[in-house]
T-cell receptor, first 109, second 115 residues
Framework: EDKVVQSPLSLVVHEGDTVTLNCSYE??????LLWYKQEKKAPTFLFMLTSSGIEKKSGRLSSILDKKEFFSILNITATQTGDSAVYLCAVERGYKLVFGAGTILRVKS | SQTIHQWPATLVQPVGSPLSLECTVEGTSNPNLYWYRQAAGRGLQLLFY??????ISSEVPQNLSASRPQDRQFILSSKKLLLSDSGFYLC??????????????FGQGTRLTVV
């Protein structure tokens, strides 16, 4: 059965801290891994990763995929209160995305 | 640009009542359409997907059904709601059957509470 596991389940940090969110997966016919940020309603797309070892970066956020070890990390540096959200990891399997349960991040000012 | 509309935003329905949630996409043609459900504290579970008009695939057996009467319209329905149908329902679209070529974009969601 396809499985995507995210850790930690929740995290509280202070503004300025750096956080690392983890996503491990067991999916047959892996194609890509995606990260989404969900604040209140619609998840918004952050990154799509298809190749191992290539870091994707957008501002203070970055992500990398390790296909040999079947995991990905999402880093957020110099966190801000606006980073507070649920971060979802999803793995593409054919026509669909298999989602993890998410990591709830709260950044305190 | 493409936009996705989903309504209503919140809904409170009694057990046994019918359900109809609607989702429409603008600015693209022949999108792949998806219905997901998110239970509290859980990830998104795919319920249905559609690659074209009248083509619906169901992922999990349940009390719900989906229809695609027009190219950019996707409807989630139930004849009789159960308490377990409560949750956050998200409609999504992508431009390609292979998500690697086009990530999924989500609507704002419908918070359904069955009482």
């Amino acid at each position: 059965e396809d499985k995507v596991v995210q850790s930690p389940l929740s995290l509280v940090v202070h503004e300025g801290d750096t956080v690392t969110l983890n996503c491990s997966y067991e999916v047959t016919n892996f194609r890509s891994l995606l990260w989404y940020k969900q604040e209140k309603k619609a998840p918004t797309f952050l990154f799509m990763l298809t190749s191992s070892g290539i870091e994707k970066k957008s501002g203070r956020l970055s992500s990398i995929l390790d296909k040999k070890e079947f995991f990905s990390i999402l880093n957020i540096t110099a966190t801000q209160t606006g980073d507070s959200a649920v971060y979802l990891c999803a793995v593409e399997r054919g026509y669909k995305l298999v989602f993890g349960a998410g990591t709830i991040l709260r950044v305190k000012s | 640009s493409q936009t996705i509309h989903q309504w209503p935003a919140t809904l409170v329905q009694p057990v046994g009542s019918p359900l109809s949630l609607e989702c429409t996409v603008e600015g693209t043609s022949n999108p792949n359409l998806y219905w997901y459900r998110q239970a509290a504290g859980r990830g998104l579970q795919l319920l249905f997907y559609s690659v074209g008009i009248g083509q619906i695939s169901s992922e999990v057996p349940q009390n719900l059904s989906a229809s695609r009467p027009q190219d950019r319209q996707f409807i989630l329905s139930s004849k009789k709601l159960l308490l377990s149908d409560s949750g956050f329902y998200l409609c999504a679209w992508s431009g390609d059957a292979q998500i690697t070529k086009s990530e999924a974009f989500f609507g704002q969601g419908t918070r359904l509470t069955v009482v």
